[in-house]
Nanobody
């Protein structure tokens, strides 16, 4: 049984930082990527950042490149998204997903976690 669980969201002021965690387990080697996706109010879900399970390949959307960093801890089955210099437009529901070809094919999703950037 595949489980994908996000944690670490919340309210932060503009310019602040948050670290999201995604613990994923139970998926087969057919799926070799884990990533973060965001759905802002009134907008479609977008790819933010993904990492291959071997850590060799990463993807960042232009809107977060240089501000967000994705990493993984194999021993803990956990992928992190360090988010710095947060902006109000980063507000949204953040989802963790498990799939293949980085962010291209996501099969399993977490329940989503709210991130609000506001003063």
């Amino acid at each position: 049984q595949v489980q994908v669980v996000e944690s670490g969201g919340g309210l932060v002021q503009p310019g602040g930082s948050l670290r999201l965690s995604c613990t994923a387990s139970g998926f087969t080697s057919e799926y070799d990527a884990i990533g973060w996706f965001r759905q802002a109010p009134g907008k479609a879900r977008e790819d933010l950042s993904c990492i291959s399970t071997d850590g060799k390949n990463t993807f960042y959307a232009g809107s977060v490149k240089g501000r967000f960093t994705i990493s993984r801890d194999i021993a803990r089955n956990t992928v992190y998204l360090q988010m710095n210099n947060l902006k109000s437009e980063d507000t949204g529901i953040y989802y963790c997903g498990v799939g293949s070809i980085l962010c291209s094919r996501t099969e399993y999703w977490g329940q989503g976690i709210q991130v609000t950037v506001s003063s």
